[in-house]
């Protein structure tokens, strides 16, 4: 099982949510912890940059993998028609 490390920008942003929301988000990224590879997660490997994004109803994670040392790193947690702005 990977670890899941939060960036303080992702970590904020979740507690500002409403529980309902909050609890998909935190239900999925549990199960990305568990399996990492799991083909019913919405993954998908980012272009242009390093990462990779799992879809969570209408919000996107973006996270790292280390494999290595078993940890995913949440970087940010957006709406969909925000996270991909700079």
């Given amino acids: ?7 303080r920008q992702a970590r904020n942003y979740l507690a ?21 590879d799991n083909a019913s997660l919405n993954i ?3 272009k242009g940059r390093e990462g990779f994004r799992l879809r969570a109803g209408q919000y996107r994670v973006i996270y790292t ?12 947690i957006r709406p969909r028609g925000d996270i991909y702005k700079r």
């Fill in 1 to 7: 099982m990977y670890e899941l490390k939060y960036r």
């Fill in 65 to 76: 993998r280390q494999d290595d040392r078993l940890i995913i790193e949440i970087i940010k």
């Fill in 16 to 36: 500002h949510l409403p529980l309902k929301i909050k609890s998909a988000i935190v239900g999925n990224l549990h199960q990305l912890a568990a399996n990492p």
């Fill in 44 to 46: 998908d490997v980012l």
